[in-house]
């Protein structure tokens, strides 16, 4: 298995409070992807990033920022969390973005916003 | 907009049957598709990875087919087993940005 930690694993917090999720990688690949996955829409992505301190938004980046300043570590912030921000959310790594190489995925953090 | 469906959302069979899951894609302007496996509280694995320019890929008791101008991918699992159990999705990665596009997944039980 790709060596992917993600945390923490579950978190339960309030409407209006800052959250940040980790993801710590120890593949040494370039890039570095956040998901959300909610029932009947598949996975969506929120944020990429193609190196240290090279980040570009996914198809529902609104509501969230993202930082990579290691190789190793892509951590995902909610600023102001909301109800709409409950979700499951995962990392994923690979070695190249387009191509042929697939990405591997962290185990998710559950996440609820009360 | 691609969009990415899966039909059924969930799928019983009985141990021993062969079963075909289904994909499909509105944009034929892929540059490949892949499917994985996600176990409950799991992340998601990797099965098969189809290029545009080929028909099938096959993986042990996994065969998948790729019919692009139809806008078609199956799965194939023959004999499946209880362990076989997950819900399995597709990702069309496209032509144009190499994004990923998944669908919302096939919860599939294998019955002892």
């Known amino acids: 298995d790709a060596g992917i930690t993600q945390s923490p694993r579950h978190k339960v917090t309030e409407t209006g409070t800052p959250v940040t999720l980790r993801c710590h990688q120890t593949?040494?690949?370039?890039?570095m992807y956040w998901y959300r996955q909610d029932p009947g829409h598949g996975l969506r992505l929120i944020h990429y990033?193609?190196?240290?301190?090279?980040?570009d938004k996914g198809e529902v980046s609104d509501g969230y920022s993202v930082s990579r300043s290691k190789t190793e570590d892509f951590l995902l912030t909610l600023e102001s969390a909301t109800s709409s921000q409950t979700s499951v959310y995962f990392c994923?790594?690979?070695?190249?973005?387009?191509?042929?190489?697939?990405?591997?995925f962290g185990d998710g953090t559950r996440l609820s916003i009360l | 907009k691609q969009e990415v469906t899966q039909i059924p959302a969930a799928l019983s069979v009985p141990e021993g049957e062969n079963l075909v899951l289904n994909c499909s894609f509105t944009?034929?302007?892929?540059?490949?598709l892949q499917w994985f496996r996600q176990d409950p509280g799991k992340g998601l694995t990797s099965l098969l990875l189809i290029q545009s320019s080929q028909r099938e890929q096959t993986s042990g008791r996994l065969n998948a087919s790729l019919d692009k101008s139809s806008g078609r991918s199956t799965l194939y699992i023959a004999a499946s087993q209880p362990g076989d159990s997950a819900t399995y999705l597709c990702a069309v990665r496209t032509d144009s940005n190499y994004q990923l596009i998944w669908g919302a997944g096939t919860k599939l039980i294998i019955k002892p």
């Open positions: 994923a790594i690979s070695e190249s973005y387009g191509g042929n190489q697939p990405q591997h």
């Open positions: 944009d034929s302007a892929i540059y490949n």
């Open positions: 990033s193609y190196g240290v301190k090279d980040t």
């Open positions: 593949e040494n690949h370039r890039y």
